[in-house]
């Protein structure tokens, strides 16, 4: 079992950047796979960005390609979302994901959760 804790969150002006972490307990952070979702206001949880568990391939949704990064630090046990270019369609909650499954990132449930972090960008 992993634990997640986000931080990273806050408001911030059209244009603009933030940097979401996630911390992950335990010292299996490796054997998973991570990923980021959101939700807003109203609307379902949905998919932002996935990595695999080295770090070599990550996994975006078309709205956000070309200005979010996912990447992992896995000696520190540690996941990020680099967003660049707020819109203020980005306003959600974000979750930071842990992932059994190895395949198929942009389609599968994760397993574990973190509690969220919120964003808000202001038009």
């Known amino acids: 079992q992993v634990q997640l804790v986000e931080s990273g969150g806050g408001l911030v002006q059209t244009g603009g950047s933030l940097r979401l972490s996630c911390a992950a307990s335990g010292p299996t952070f490796i054997k998973y796979a991570m990923g980021w979702f959101r939700q807003a206001p109203g609307k379902e949880r949905e998919f932002v960005a996935a990595i695999t568990r080295s770090g070599g391939t990550a996994y975006y949704t078309d709205s956000v390609k070309g200005r979010f990064t996912i990447s992992r630090d896995n000696a520190k046990n540690t996941v990020y979302l680099q967003m660049n270019s707020l819109e203020p369609e980005d306003t959600a909650v974000y979750y930071c994901?842990?992932?059994?499954?190895?395949?198929?990132?942009?389609?599968?449930?994760?397993?574990?959760w973190g509690q969220g972090t919120q964003v808000t960008v202001s038009s």
């Open positions: 994901a842990a992932y059994s499954s190895v395949t198929a990132l942009t389609t599968t449930r994760p397993t574990y």
